[in-house]
């Protein structure tokens, strides 16, 4: 089974905070994405990596920014952490082209005070 | 116009009902679609990719309207198990570019 772990489950930052989420999978994946969820809007993409230390800004990177240094590892950073940014964070992996299921970690609640 | 679009809902349905969500979506070079299920407070996992053709898995098919540029998702006998929300995926002809419609959730009621 594949299996994506997000570092922490809930987390409370105060405006300003550079913030910090982990991703990991465990099957070798080339890609890998990060997302925002809040109600009424869906998923929204902020970066994806198709392979180490490559990246691709989504559609609302602003505010963002991520590092892959290992394949199995993507991680988003929060440069200065805003009250607009508070949301659920979700991370997922895909193994490459031509495959379409995407594995999704548990999520990440982020509150931003 | 959002890219995807899905029925608002919620839709509350008594057990064994049958049930069909809708989903639009603007871009018609898009080449791949899926529906995707969430359960509260958990991570979206993939329901079924649709096809064309049409495509049916037990109680659940999908139906794809390329010229309407419309996915359904349709299920019968409706079951407790199945409340969730539902969301809507499209995937464009290049990169790894995933939209997710805003969902629809679902309650089957005993």
């Known amino acids: 089974d594949v299996k994506v772990t997000q570092s922490s489950r809930y987390l409370v930052k105060r405006t300003g905070e550079k913030v910090f989420l982990e991703c990991v999978q465990d099957?070798?994946?080339?890609?890998m994405f990060w997302y925002r969820q809040d109600p009424g809007l869906g998923l929204r993409l902020i970066y994806f990596?198709?392979?180490?230390?490559?990246?691709e800004k989504g559609d609302i990177p602003e505010g963002y920014s991520v590092s892959r240094e290992k394949k199995e590892r993507f991680s988003l950073i929060l440069e200065s952490a805003s009250t607009n940014q508070t949301s659920m964070y979700l991370c997922?992996?895909?193994?490459?082209?031509?495959?379409?299921?995407?594995?999704f970690g548990p999520g990440t609640r982020l509150t931003v005070t | 116009r959002k890219e995807v679009e899905q029925d608002p809902g919620p839709f509350n349905v008594p057990e064994g009902a049958t049930v069909a969500f809708n989903c639009t979506y603007s871009n018609s070079a898009s080449q791949s679609f899926f529906w995707y299920r969430q359960d509260c407070r958990k991570e979206p996992k993939l329901l079924m990719s649709?096809?064309?053709s049409g495509n049916e898995d037990g109680r659940f098919t999908a139906q794809l309207n390329r010229a309407s540029q419309y996915i359904s998702l349709l299920i019968r006998d409706s079951k407790l198990s199945d409340s969730a929300t539902y969301l809507c995926?499209?995937?464009?002809?290049?990169?790894?570019?995933?939209?997710f419609g805003p969902g629809t959730r679902l309650s089957v009621l005993p």
């Open positions: 099957m070798d994946h080339e890609n």
């Open positions: 649709v096809y064309s």
């Open positions: 990596s198709y392979d180490v230390k490559m990246k």
């Open positions: 997922a992996s895909l193994p490459g082209q031509g495959f379409y299921e995407q594995y």
């Open positions: 995926v499209v995937k464009g002809q290049w990169g790894q570019n995933f939209v």
